[in-house]
């Protein structure tokens, strides 16, 4: 009930292509779902986040889509760039239940962006 | 400062030792959090502060691990009697309240338990 299932893995896309990664949840009572993005030796940072009145969010080249009967979501990145690459995770949280930040992640997509 | 701070970057313990991890928010924020980042693994919640109480404490492992914080403001991250499981890098967030979304991540202590 509280998995987050992410895919793929690791993903390898041209500069200017675009990258897609999904992201599956279980429990009903999420009502949170940000990704992050981690570049090796930080901490994670929150790229962009959505909520299940939306089906979809567009900031700058990165878009969410939600798809709350399926208990899906996804992170489009557009153009992609060398400085895309990352590590991304998807998570979600139950924040009118507790908080925002008791964030249930996925397991990470690792996208390398080629020149 | 300007962001999260956690100290030591590194720490590598012998099997049965305990450790002390240190977290510092950013100043104001009231809302703390610690999470487990195995290797190759999503992160993994651990426990909630608010303000210096934990209304969450349900991530936590074991009866090894504690944490308290004190004055608002510093935490600190408990492992007593360390295993080899115990081997992760653990991060601490901060945010402005429970009901704020962006959560701040310091960039983690590397524990390697030999």
């Known amino acids: 009930q509280q998995q987050v299932k992410q895919s793929p893995q690791s993903l390898i896309v041209q500069k200017g292509g675009i990258s897609i990664i999904n992201c599956a949840y279980e429990n009903t009572a999420f009502d949170y779902f940000p990704w992050y993005q981690q570049f090796p030796g930080k901490g994670p940072a929150l790229l962009i986040a959505i909520r299940p009145d939306v089906s979809e969010k567009k900031e700058g080249r990165f878009t969410i889509s939600f798809n709350k009967s399926a208990k899906q979501f996804s992170l489009h990145i557009m153009d992609s760039q060398p400085g895309d690459s990352a590590t991304y995770f998807c998570a979600a949280a139950n924040a009118g239940g507790t908080s925002y930040g008791k964030l249930t992640f996925g397991q990470g997509t690792i996208l390398t962006v080629h020149p | 400062g300007a962001g999260v701070s956690q100290s030591p970057s590194n720490k590598v313990t012998e099997k049965g030792k305990d450790v002390e991890l240190r977290c510092d928010p950013i100043?104001?924020?009231?809302?703390l959090y610690w999470y487990r980042q195995s290797l190759g693994q999503g992160l993994e919640f651990l426990i909630y502060?608010?303000?210096?109480?934990?209304?969450?404490k349900s991530g936590l492992p074991s009866d090894r691990f504690s944490a308290e914080r004190t004055g608002g403001s510093v935490s600190t991250l408990t492992i007593q009697r360390t295993q080899q499981e115990d081997s992760a890098v653990y991060l601490c967030a901060s945010s402005m309240g429970q009901n704020n979304e962006k959560l701040f991540f310091g960039s983690g202590t590397q524990l390697s338990v030999l």
């Open positions: 502060f608010q303000g210096n109480s934990a209304p969450d």
């Open positions: 100043s104001g924020h009231t809302a």
